[in-house]
């Protein structure tokens, strides 16, 4: 385990010391936008696989490693950011294969952990012996922004590689904050807090999607995510997303493009809204706005 201040920097190491410049990484499409701008910055050549509510295609997964020589594959198996999509087991084992097959590793970003709904994050990592998955997971949400402390979990030359690149980049996360997320973590109020994120998640996820539903139902929440602290959704085929985003932000609101996640061409005009925030209160009148937004950009 590499102890690393976020997963953020753990994904830059990554990419720096397993893929480096001008060399192809995998990534699902869409993904986290953090996770893409490591990558650009690292100079790898991001190549997209589309993932849907099930996770990617393993078919069209072996054909991304076959034609770009890949030999790293990031992806969130587990109430990904933005979509909120849950692999199966099955898809699961599916995809390790393909990742073993083609000599490569999976970089798993385990980073909604905590956050399962109705469902619980099982790590591929945990189920996997022979080092093709490279695990990172941070206290960041889960505990505060505050707390910059995550761990990558490699293996033999892949994690000497990381850690040399940790050496060069920071060295080592500062000792008073590790001690602190320990004391955090194993204190018993730590499962406590735990079970409760997950009955507060519930609610204000429902709570977003009826609001939506009642108020703004041009705006299209196709997939319920178990887990995680966003919904996906999609407006009206040639929404003008800029001038949504400005309308809804002038009256208030402010919301993700889309666009963002998206490592090429966008497949729609997505938005991604978040129901972590500490208001659920005022959920329906955003999305009274949302609805008020889009009549006024559609006249
Ligand atoms: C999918 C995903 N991975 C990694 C990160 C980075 O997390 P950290 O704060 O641990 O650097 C985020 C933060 O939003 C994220 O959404």
Aim: some cysteine.
């Amino acid at each position: 385990m590499i102890v690393v201040p976020g997963s953020q920097s753990g994904l830059s190491s990554i990419f720096r010391a397993l893929a480096g410049s001008g060399h192809p990484v995998l990534m699902e499409s869409p993904t986290y936008w953090g996770a893409i701008l490591a990558a650009s910055h690292a100079g790898v050549d991001i190549i997209p696989v589309p993932s849907g509510a099930e996770g990617p295609d393993p078919a069209e997964l072996a054909r991304a490693f076959e034609e770009s020589g890949a030999r790293l594959f990031y992806a969130q198996p587990n109430y990904a950011n933005p979509t909120g999509a849950q692999w199966s087991h099955q898809r699961g084992e599916q995809v390790l294969e393909v990742v073993r097959q083609n000599g490569a590793f999976l970089i798993e970003d385990d980073w909604a952990h905590d956050f399962g709904i109705s469902t619980t994050a099982v790590p591929i990592a945990a189920r996997e012996d022979s080092g093709h998955v490279i695990y990172l997971r941070s206290l960041t949400k889960s505990v505060s922004p505050a707390m910059r402390v995550g761990a990558v979990i490699a293996r033999g030359p892949a994690r000497d590689r990381i850690l040399a690149d940790r050496g060069a980049e920071s060295m080592y996360v500062s000792g008073i904050l590790q001690t602190a997320a320990l004391d955090v973590i194993t204190q018993p109020a730590w499962q406590t807090h735990l079970r409760g994120l997950r009955h507060q998640l519930q609610s204000r996820r429902d709570l977003l999607v009826t609001s939506l539903r009642q108020h703004a139902p041009q705006v299209h929440v196709a997939h319920l995510p178990k887990g995680g602290l966003n919904l996906w959704a999609r407006l009206p085929d040639g929404t003008d997303l800029d001038r949504f985003i400005r309308e809804c932000e002038s009256a208030g609101v402010i919301i993700a493009p889309g666009t963002e996640w998206f490592p090429a061409e966008p497949a729609g005009p997505f938005i991604r809204l978040n129901y972590a925030g500490p208001n659920p209160g005022a959920f329906q009148d955003g999305a009274h706005i949302l609805n008020r937004s889009l009549e006024r950009i559609s006249h």
